[in-house]
């Protein structure tokens, strides 16, 4: 069952995407929704190491210049990142207002929070609860030039 908790992150989630703890969470990744073309939810998978929370209203994420979602968050602008990890479980609505800005091959959208669902268990559903979350392997090195680029696309600024 989930409740809205408005649109702003929580203090904890704006800490979990400030990649101040970035390599405790490598390894990790979370679904993001767009809308494609036919208005079909089109799922990615992104890692930490490509969100960062700015503050508790602004989400900025970096992806492939060349990726199904780029197109559609370029065109239709909405997007859902699921966090759905044993200590949080989170559903965040995001709009993409602006144009990305692009960084060799990555385009570095500023996603703006519209709402923040938390998630948990209903009393019928007798404390079910997310035991694991989706990894992968290998982690990236962060000091690769993938990452590095990455990083560097999260903090440029708009001119």
């Known amino acids: 069952m989930s409740r809205s908790l408005g649109a702003a992150l929580p203090p904890e989630l704006v800490r ?10 490598l390894g990790r990744a979370l679904p993001l929704l767009t809308l494609d073309d036919q208005g079909r939810p089109h799922p990615m998978l992104c ?5 960062l929370a700015v503050g508790p209203g602004v989400i900025r994420l970096a992806i ?4 199904s979602a780029r ?3 370029e065109a239709r602008g909405v ?5 759905a ?7 965040v609505k995001c709009r993409a207002g602006a144009p990305p800005l692009l960084a060799g091959e990555l385009a570095r959208f500023d996603l703006a ?7 948990s268990a209903a009393d019928y559903e007798r404390g079910a609860r997310i035991t694991s979350g989706l990894t992968y392997a290998p982690m990236p090195a962060l000091d690769s030039e993938w990452a590095r680029a990455t990083l560097a696309a999260l903090r440029l600024e708009r001119a």
Not at 47 to 51: D, G, H, K, R, T
Not at 79 to 83: G, Q, V
């Open 79 to 83: 997007a859902t990142l699921i966090i």
């Open 64 to 67: 492939s210049a060349r990726s």
């Open 113 to 119: 929070v519209e709402d923040v669902l938390e998630d």
């Open 71 to 73: 197109r559609n968050l």
């Open 85 to 91: 990890e044993p200590d949080v479980t989170m559903y």
């Open 47 to 51: 890692s930490y190491l490509e969100l």
């Open 16 to 25: 979990r995407l400030s990649q101040q703890d970035l390599p405790s969470l």
